[in-house]
């Protein structure tokens, strides 16, 4: 029998190829009607005999898109023969658009098929691939809306957008060398290089040692050969941090370690950076001094051109940003910011309209959220209120609740200077544009003194909206889990209650009522921050002992610091109390003399880490307490432990050392582990919930997964979300969303 109804389908359903998908299934069916765009949704008018079958095929949706409801009324209405996409119109935004999505294999053979109108054309793209995220002002997903509008299609361009039976049919992305964006190979003075072919040219650059800031999807990368990476990290300035490269896919199995699990990551259509182990632990020490290297492959087609001309199989390919700061979109603004840095420019004329970099994960855990996955998505009931959550200070991002739905922009950095702020506030006003919401609560940090904190007291005070501040750990235990739960929160620093610095908190109960009830002991950071970059004023903070004195002198301490340090702690001047897992790692980092000044985010713990590899491991004894109804673990005693070990073998050579620093994170581990475990023996909980930072460490989480589950308990991770604190803005709207619907 005929039927004939209006459908509305929501969700990530625009710039996934759903209009041309319907039709599609509309022609296969013998379905008449019509499919169009409405806001962020696709309403589609449809009759025929085959009426239910249609519908359930479009449920299913193209395999880009995200369905949230499909919604069916039956209409009496005159609908003539055959099925027509029709124009936009505006309407409500429920839905989102896609991330940024990696070349697909039939995009790429049409680059490298021989006579094809895209054959050898950089930026090709059809409806299952290309960026979106990145080029899209408003919604509805069309052209001119997104940065393609100055790209008008050429005749052939628009007879294949037109065209049902092709995979560009309604591809607003679609472009070719005639009609596309160009681009273009400068010198430092922007003077352009002459040449028959850019990539080519720039590929030679490459390999002869040159050093390229090349215009990717969502920003600039600096481009190099193995080759030059010093000559790069002394132009940044940026000796110690590893760089992530971009391999050749043949050839990554050479370099590295490669699980199943990490090549489905790697060659996914998000692409993002995966941190694998590296085959020889020792081997291309100029890209990365750890035991690991970040890796990703091409995935675009400027990527797969550059590989087909290079020699080299690998090239370096770091974010183009000063660190903490956004990295740099604009032509313009590259030429003056980089031009010290680099020898050469490949641009392109596509304007990026949201800045997005790249994805890194490891072990199959969110590092970095952004370029593939976001804005992420996930379903969650938080009540009819909307909510922004502003994030903390590092490794920020925003996100933003409403109708059911955590929206989470890409990574923004971290907060500390004014460019990294405005980012903040620009993303917070495209999420807010996106999603047509209109925040009436924001979540914050509880620290007085983030940017982050003030921009949301800010726009409270000017909008008369209701703030909620989320204390830093609480934060990461309402990201990973809302029902009743332990939550260990093990990392760097995040601000307490007590108004103290905390880092290794174990909560119980259920989000918004989490009661702090164990951590570690809290230990003295002498010179506050300055303990932060300068790990061995950390190992006297834990350890005040002459022992360590004179360790700090032989190795080059005058008297007069050690005197400072020594007064600093006798006297309590500038110094704060902390209980940070981060610190701590760090402290035996430089008692080890592993790292003896932090240069980057996390790299006095990281060290460890890869000296740690392949350590053999010894139990130690652990010491707990109790203070103010909080079971503490001693931290002095685990690192006085390292210090008799390192003396009872005072010519420590490698071996050693490796053997401390495994014994070391295991024994630190087992007992932020046995702190959660005797929390869940006294609340007959056994649930337990584990985030921070520290989480990434590989040996440090897989011993407290090992405690948890030999004790019978559960142990929760999240997969969606990072551990560090690219999950805390969408933890802060967690818990406001759950405070507030306890409330009300
Ligand atoms: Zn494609
Ligand atoms: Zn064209």
Redesign the pocket.
């Known amino acids: 029998m005929q039927k004939t109804g209006k459908i509305t389908v929501r969700g990530i359903v625009q710039g996934v190829g759903f209009r041309p998908f319907v039709y599609a299934q509309a022609r296969r069916l013998g379905i008449s009607g019509s499919v169009k765009n409405l806001g962020s949704e696709v309403e589609i008018l449809a009759r025929g005999d085959r009426f239910d079958l249609f519908l359930t095929e479009i449920s299913r949706g193209p395999p880009l898109s995200r369905i949230d409801s499909v919604d069916v009324t039956l209409v009496r209405q005159e609908i003539p023969e055959g099925f027509f996409i029709l124009p936009s119109g505006s309407g409500s935004l429920t839905g989102m658009i896609p991330p940024d999505i990696a070349?697909?294999d039939?995009?790429i053979s049409d680059i490298f098929s021989r006579g094809g109108r895209y054959e050898h054309y950089w930026a090709?793209?059809?409806?299952?691939?290309?960026p979106r995220y990145s080029i899209i002002n408003t919604l509805p997903y069309d052209r001119e809306r997104t940065s393609m509008t100055d790209f008008p299609a050429c005749p052939e361009c628009a007879k294949e957008y037109r065209d049902p039976g092709c995979?560009r049919h309604h591809a607003q992305t679609i472009a070719c060398s005639i009609c596309g964006p160009e681009l273009e190979l400068s010198d430092t003075r922007g003077n352009r290089v002459e040449g028959l072919d850019p990539l080519k040219e720039a590929a030679e650059l490459l390999d002869a040692g040159k050093i390229l800031a090349i215009r990717g999807v969502g920003g600039f990368h600096l481009a190099c050969v193995e080759e030059s990476a010093d000559e790069l990290k002394r132009r940044l300035g940026r000796i110690e941090q590893p760089f992530a490269i971009m391999v050749r896919p043949d050839h990554i199995d050479r370099l590295a370690i490669v699980s199943r699990q990490e090549k489905h990551q790697l060659e996914s259509q998000v692409h993002p950076i995966v941190v694998l182990k590296k085959r020889d632990p020792t081997a291309h020490a100029s890209i990365s001094n750890l035991h690991t290297i970040g890796c990703m492959l091409p995935y675009t087609g400027l990527h797969h051109l550059l590989f087909r001309y290079l020699k080299h199989p690998l090239l370096i390919m770091t974010s183009a940003n000063m660190p903490g700061y956004p990295m740099i979109t604009g032509n313009d603004q590259a030429m003056g910011k980089l031009n010290r840095d680099v020898d050469f420019f490949l641009t392109h004329n596509r304007k990026i309209v949201n800045r997005c970099d790249d994805s890194v994960m490891r072990d199959g855990y969110i590092i970095r959220l952004s370029r593939g996955i976001a804005p992420k998505r996930t379903p969650v009931n938080l009540g009819t209120r909307c909510i922004l959550g502003v994030g903390p200070e590092l490794n920020a991002n925003a996100t933003l609740y409403s109708n059911g739905f955590a929206v989470t922009s890409p990574h923004v950095g971290n907060v500390r200077n004014p460019a990294t702020l405005d980012y903040l506030q620009e993303t917070v006003s495209n999420l807010k544009r996106l999603l047509g919401a209109a925040f009436e609560v924001i979540a914050h940090d509880l620290h007085p003194q983030f940017l982050s904190t003030r921009f949301a007291r800010e726009i409270a005070s000017d909008h008369g909206l209701e703030l909620v501040p989320v204390q830093h750990h609480r934060a990461h235990i309402a990201a990973t889990t809302t029902e009743p739960c332990i939550g260990i929160a093990i990392d760097g620093v995040g601000y307490g209650d007590d108004g103290t610095v905390w880092g290794s908190e174990i909560f119980s109960g259920q989000v918004p009522d989490l009661k702090r009830v164990a951590h570690l002991e809290p230990v003295a950071m002498p010179g506050g921050d300055l303990a932060t970059r300068f790990p061995e004023r950390m190992l006297y903070g834990i350890l005040p002992d002459k022992k360590i004195l004179s360790l700090l002198g032989n190795r080059g301490w005058s008297d007069i610091e050690l005197g400072v340090l020594e007064q600093q702690m006798v006297r309590g001047f500038n110094v704060m109390n902390t209980t940070s897992t981060g610190r701590v790692l760090d402290a035996v980092s430089a008692l080890l003399g592993i790292c003896r000044e932090r240069t980057y985010d996390g790299e006095p713990a990281m060290k460890l880490e890869s000296a740690a590899v392949g350590g053999r491991i010894e139990e130690w004894e652990l010491g707990f307490s109790t203070r103010n109804g909080c079971e503490q673990l001693s931290s002095h005693s685990l690192v006085r432990q390292a210090l008799l070990q390192k003396e009872a073998a005072p010519d420590g050579n490698e071996r050693v050392i490796r053997d401390i620093a495994a014994s070391f994170q295991y024994n630190l581990a087992r007992g932020i582990a046995q702190l959660a475990l005797h929390a869940a023996e006294r609340e007959g909980i056994h649930r337990i919930a584990l985030s921070g930072g520290v989480a990434y460490n590989h040996a440090i989480r897989e011993t407290i997964r090992r405690e948890i589950t030999d004790y019978g308990a559960e142990c929760v991770m999240n997969l969606d979300y990072p551990l560090g604190d690219g999950c805390v803005s969408f933890g802060q709207c967690m818990y406001a969303g759950k405070l507030l619907c306890l409330r009300d």
């Open positions: 070349i697909c039939d995009c090709t793209s059809c409806v299952n691939c290309g995979r």
